[in-house]
């Protein structure tokens, strides 16, 4: 190759380079999409932005929840706990709630792999002492199982008894996990 056919390479890769790079700035970059990311709050039905407010409280083990509608004065409070697997997930979850007429009943849900009907067993104390529940809805996330609060379930959160839970999911069959009552009593009285 001769010097002025590497000159003539070298002024057409420059030409190359220059039409490219002049392409390259005609054409507007897009500028970046923003928006208002909503709240994490689902204003209930019935409510309006504004006249609805959710109040977390942290503490040992648990979390009380109340949502008040400012409008009506009602408020209505949850306690509740996750236990979660190391990817995070939710493994069983329980929460303490009213009935329309007051009456306490601990909500609890599992993976919906387990299906209607499986069951939920809580084994507390040394005996130990046996509750059993049955799963009786799921949706895409959960299955849900509902108990009352009796004397049983009382003594041991008054005692702050550590509680085993135990239920199977087909696919990949028993799973056990401790759910501590400590810190449930502590929660209770703040609501009195």
């Not at 909503?38 to 039905?45: F, H, I, L, R, T």
């Not at 109040?55 to 949502?67: A, E, G, S, Y």
């Amino acid at each position: 190759m001769t010097l002025t056919s590497k000159r003539r390479l070298a002024c057409l890769a420059w030409v190359v380079w220059l039409v490219t790079a002049a392409s390259a700035g005609a054409q507007p970059a897009s500028p970046p999409v923003y928006a208002v990311k909503p709240s994490d709050v689902v204003v209930p039905e019935g409510e309006t932005l504004g006249e609805f407010r959710r109040m977390i409280q942290p503490f040992k083990n648990w979390t009380l929840i109340c949502d008040e509608s400012l409008r009506s004065k009602r408020r209505v409070c949850n306690v509740t706990q996750s236990i979660v697997n190391s990817q995070g997930a939710v493994a069983f979850n329980w929460s303490l709630i009213a009935t329309a007429d007051g009456k306490p009943l601990m909500a609890m849900r599992i993976p919906a792999a387990a299906g209607v009907g499986a069951q939920i067993e809580l084994a507390m104390g040394d005996s130990p002492d046996r509750i059993v529940a049955q799963t009786d809805r799921c949706d895409t996330n959960f299955c849900f199982a509902t108990i009352a609060i009796g004397n049983v379930l009382r003594r041991h959160i008054r005692a702050a008894t550590p509680c085993l839970v135990s239920y199977q999911l087909p696919q990949t069959g028993p799973v056990m996990l401790e759910a501590p009552l400590d810190g449930l009593s502590g929660v209770l009285a703040k609501l009195k």
